[in-house]
C-alpha cells in the first residue's frame, strides 16, 4: 500500500465506516459520544476485513505524521529506536505495524529521528519486511549484512543528541528493549553514543495513550457493537430462566463474537446476585427468577478495545421492574461514578484522583471502591492507574499523572444494602468507558442508570 503523505483527512476516514444504509444497520461513525445508554441498541456495521486494514491503515498514518513528533519534542528527544523480535512482540512496536504486517518479522526495528528546524520527523525501518510504506527502509543486508552496524551507522550519521530507547521499571508497556538486544546495540554503538541512551517511557506511554480525533469518530460506536451485544446477552433470546447457566451465557458471548467477525480481549464473565448469597455465584449455576445478573464483557475491533460492566434483574412472576434496593444500589454506583469524574483533573495522578473521588463519595454517604484503568489500545491500557480493588490508598502504579485526549474504563463498584433482601450487603459493580479531554469526562456510549430487565416466564 502506498503511503497516505500527511495527516488523514477525518472525512476520508468517514467514507469507510459510512456506507451501511443498504444494509440497514447504523454507519459507525454515526454514533455519536453519549452521555445516555440506549437498552439493546442495534448493532452498528461491522466492516469487510479489507475495509478494517485500509482504516486502520489510515488512522496510523495519521498518528505517525502527529502524535509522534509532538511527543518527541515535548520531551525533547532527538531519536527514538524501537525494535521487535518475531514471536516476541513489544507493546509499541505492534501498534506501529501496518494492518498487513500482523506481527514483526525476523528482527524489526523503527527508528524516528527529529532533525530539528522544524522539519518533519524521520521515520525509518531497519528489517528485511517493508512496512506497508509508512517507514523508509534504511538497510540493505547484501550491502551491510549486520543489521545492528546499519543501526549504528544510521545513529552515527544523524549525531542524535539523545537516544530514547523502551526500557521502564514501572510500565510493561514501555518495557519492550530486551536485555539481548540492548547489550547488542549497545555493542555496536561508537563509544560517544551510549552515553546519550535515556528512558523512552513517557514516549511509549504517551503513543500508546493518546486518542485522535480520527479514534475518536469511530470509538463510541464500537463501545456501542459491545452494547448491543450485551442487549443479546442479556434477553429471553439467550437466556430460559431456571436453565440457562452463567457458563451458557459465557460461551453464547464467545460464539456470538466468532460468528460476527470480532474478537474479545478477555474471557466473558457472567455471575448471579442472589438473595441469602453472600458471594457471586458462576460455572453451572442456573439463573433464576430474582436473581440480579452481573456481565463483565469487552471487544477489540479496529485495534481499539471495550471494556463493561452491566447489571440485569430476572423477574419474579407479577413484578415489572426490579426491587427498589437493588434499583438504589445501581444509583449509588452511578453516584461513585459522579464522584471519579468530578475529580479528574489533567496532571493530577491517579492516586490524587482515587483519593479526591473518594472523599468526595464516602461525603455523599456511599460506600465506594474505585480502580479504574485507561483503555485504548489495550484493555488495561498504558497510563496511570485509579486505585485497585484490593488498594483503595493509591499505588506506585497511580504515580504517573493523566493527560488530555485519553480513554478510560470508569471501573467501580458501590456497597449498599438491599431492605428487600432481608438488608444484605451486595456489591453493585459498573464499568462504562470515557474520554477526557482535558476538561471534562464524557461516557462514549452513555452509562447503565436502569437495570436491565429479562422476563422470568414467557
Known amino acids: 500500500m502506498a503511503r497516505v503523505a500527511g495527516a488523514t483527512p477525518i472525512a476520508a476516514v468517514l467514507a469507510l465506516v ?60 532527538a531519536m527514538w529506536v524501537l525494535m521487535a523480535r518475531e514471536y516476541f512482540e513489544e507493546p509499541v512496536v505492534a501498534t506501529m505495524l501496518n494492518a498487513e504486517s500482523l506481527h514483526a518479522r525476523r528482527r524489526t526495528i523503527l527508528i524516528f529521528f527529529d532533525p530539528g528546524g522544524g522539519k518533519p520527523i524521520e521515520r525509518l525501518t531497519v528489517s528485511r519486511y517493508g512496512l506497508g510504506g509508512l ?61 546519550r541512551i535515556v528512558s523512552g517511557e513517557k514516549l511509549a506511554i504517551g503513543w500508546l495513550e493518546t486518542r485522535t480525533p480520527q479514534e475518536m469518530q469511530i470509538y463510541p460506536g464500537i ?26 451465557v459465557v460461551w453464547w458471548y464467545r460464539q456470538r463474537l466468532s460468528d460476527l467477525g470480532l474478537k474479545t480481549w478477555f474471557q466473558p464473565s457472567v455471575a448471579v446476585l442472589r438473595q441469602g448469597q453472600k458471594e457471586m455465584l458462576e460455572g453451572d449455576t442456573v439463573i433464576q427468577p430474582g436473581d440480579m445478573l452481573w456481565t463483565d464483557f ?41 464522584a471519579l469524574l ?27 471502591s474505585i480502580y479504574s484503568h485507561p483503555l485504548g489500545y489495550h484493555g488495561h491500557a498504558a497510563g496511570t492507574a485509579i486505585g485497585f480493588w484490593d488498594n483503595q490508598n493509591g499505588d506506585e502504579r497511580g504515580l504517573y ?5 485519553t480513554t478510560w474504563s470508569i471501573e467501580l463498584a458501590a456497597y449498599a444494602p438491599v431492605p428487600e433482601w432481608g438488608g444484605q450487603e451486595v456489591q453493585f459493580r459498573s464499568e462504562e468507558n470515557a474520554y477526557f479531554d482535558g476538561r471534562k469526562v464524557r461516557f462514549l456510549d452513555g452509562r447503565q442508570t436502569e437495570i436491565t430487565l429479562i422476563k422470568g416466564d414467557q
Open 18 to 77: 459510512a456506507p451501511a444504509a443498504a444494509t440497514g444497520q447504523v454507519p459507525l461513525a454515526a454514533v455519536p459520544m453519549s452521555d445516555v445508554e440506549q437498552q439493546a441498541p442495534a448493532l452498528p456495521q461491522i466492516l469487510p476485513i479489507r475495509e478494517r486494514a485500509a482504516l486502520e491503515n489510515r488512522i496510523l498514518a495519521d498518528r505517525l505524521d502527529t502524535v509522534v513528533p509532538r511527543l518527541m519534542r515535548d520531551q525533547k528527544i
Open 135 to 195: 517507514f523508509k527502509p534504511a538497510w540493505n543486508p547484501d550491502a551491510q549484512p549486520d543489521q545492528w552496524k546499519a543501526v549504528a551507522d544510521i545513529i552515527a550519521a544523524r549525531n542524535p543528541g539523545s537516544i530514547a530507547i523502551n526500557t521502564s521499571a514501572l510500565s510493561a508497556f514501555a518495557d519492550g528493549m530486551t536485555l539481548s538486544q540492548f547489550g547488542e546495540m549497545k555493542a555496536a554503538l561508537p563509544e560517544p553514543y551510549r552515553s
Open 223 to 248: 463501545l456501542r457493537m459491545a452494547h448491543a451485544v450485551i442487549g443479546e446477552a442479556f434477553s429471553r433470546k439467550v437466556i430460559t430462566p431456571g436453565k440457562t447457566t452463567t457458563d451458557d
Open 298 to 338: 469487552g471487544i477489540t475491533y479496529l485495534r481499539l478495545n471495550t471494556d463493561t460492566q452491566h447489571l440485569a434483574y430476572v423477574l419474579k412472576p407479577g413484578e415489572t421492574r426490579a426491587p427498589e434496593g437493588l434499583r438504589a444500589g445501581l444509583r449509588a454506583a452511578n453516584g461513585v461514578q459522579d
Open 342 to 368: 468530578a475529580s479528574f483533573r489533567e496532571g493530577a495522578t491517579g492516586n490524587e484522583v482515587l483519593a479526591a473521588a473518594r472523599a468526595k463519595a464516602i461525603a455523599a454517604g456511599l460506600k465506594p
Open 401 to 405: 499523572p493523566i493527560h488530555a485526549n
